[in-house]
């Protein structure tokens, strides 16, 4: 694996996993405590709406990606909020629509899309550059964002009711999370593929709860895993020559399996001595 370092890409790869990590650690402990795992998947699904766009307009698909996903979780939001539509259905209907806006758009497009496969299911090999700071100014806005906001966010997670009534806009709140969400997709695009972003934007969120429910703490937590799963996978992915995205994916899995285990081998212990 050291000896791999000396490409570029292999580089740019472990650049890329270490700007995931930052994202899914940050975002994904939000969607794990606030439970929103199934919007969080509609807005990954409906990001694939944004890439066909992109082809057919001739520009970068991550940027088209980067649009249009969050014009959908702004209108994913506003639909769950404001509408008497459930919301597991709102967001059946919204996943599917983003899906089959790419495919329409992707069909209109002349040629073939060469590097498809690479957005549905991930290769961090093949990240270039210009992604790479795309990845690093979507990075600090999450950072940002959440640096400014983060007493708010921290009540309508754990207490929306409670945030309204103290004066707190929920509503809006609730909707920039999902922008955050939105961006932090767009950055797992790439390193994982649509498919199996939500898996990313979650495992290390899970695994570090098995050690805090400090949400700073859990943050922090969940950055390392993410982190150090990626990296692991990326070498596991190189050593056996497999799928990256896929490899990431089941090394995560399995750490998360591990620590549930442990966690309820711990706990019984502690009953036991009490």
Same mark, same amino acid.
């Given at each position: 694996m ?5 490409y570029?890409?292999?580089r740019n790869a472990?650049?890329?996993g270490?700007?995931a990590?930052?994202a899914?650690g ?5 969607v794990v ?7 969080s998947?509609?807005?990954?699904h409906?990001?694939?709406?944004g890439?066909?766009i992109?082809?057919f307009?001739g520009?970068s698909p991550v940027l088209?990606?980067l649009f249009?996903?969050?014009a959908s ?6 639909v ?6 459930p919301e597991?259905t709102?967001?059946?209907i919204l996943w599917?629509?983003?899906m089959?806006?790419?495919i329409? $758009?992707i @069909?209109?497009t002349?040629?073939y899309?060469? =590097?498809?496969? *690479?957005?549905l299911f991930g290769?961090? &090999?093949?990240?270039p550059?210009?992604?790479?700071i795309?990845m ?7 950072i ?5 906001l ?5 009540t309508i997670?754990f207490?929306e009711?409670?945030?309204?009534v ?10 920039v999370?999902l922008?955050?969400v939105?961006l932090t997709v ?5 390193v994982?593929?649509i498919?199996?972003?939500?898996a990313?934007?979650t495992?290390?969120a899970a695994?570090?709860r098995q050690?805090?429910?400090n949400?700073?703490?859990?943050m922090?937590?969940?950055?390392f895993?993410?982190a150090?799963?990626? $990296?692991? @996978?990326l ?5 056996? =020559?497999?799928? *990256? ?5 089941? &090394?995560s899995?399995?750490v998360?399996l591990?620590?549930l ?5 711990r ?8």
């Open positions: 050291i000896d791999a370092l000396q570029e890409f292999m472990l650049y890329a270490l700007l990590a930052v899914c940050i975002i994904g402990s939000y405590v606030k439970k929103m795992v199934s919007v998947g509609a807005i990954s409906s990001s694939f709406g890439i066909g992109g082809y307009a520009i088209g990606a249009f996903t969050i979780a702004l209108g994913m939001g506003l769950i909020k404001r509408t008497k539509l597991d709102a967001i059946g599917a629509l983003g089959a806006l790419g329409i $758009f @069909g209109l002349p040629g899309a060469p =590097d498809l496969f *690479s957005y290769n961090i &090999l093949t990240v550059f210009s992604d790479l795309m690093i100014a979507l990075d600090f806005v999450i940002t964002v959440v640096s400014l983060y007493k708010e966010f921290l997670s207490d009711e409670f945030g309204t103290i004066g707190i806009p929920a509503e809006r709140l609730y909707l999370l922008c955050l939105a767009v950055v797992l695009i790439r994982v593929g498919i199996l972003v939500i990313l934007l495992i290390p695994i570090a050690f805090t429910h949400l700073f703490k859990m922090l937590l969940s950055v895993f993410g150090i799963l990626t $990296f692991g @996978g070498w596991l992915s190189y050593e056996f =020559d497999v799928a *990256s995205g896929a490899t990431i994916i089941l &090394l899995g399995t998360l591990i620590t285990v442990a966690s309820r081998i706990r019984r212990r502690i009953r036991k001595t009490a």
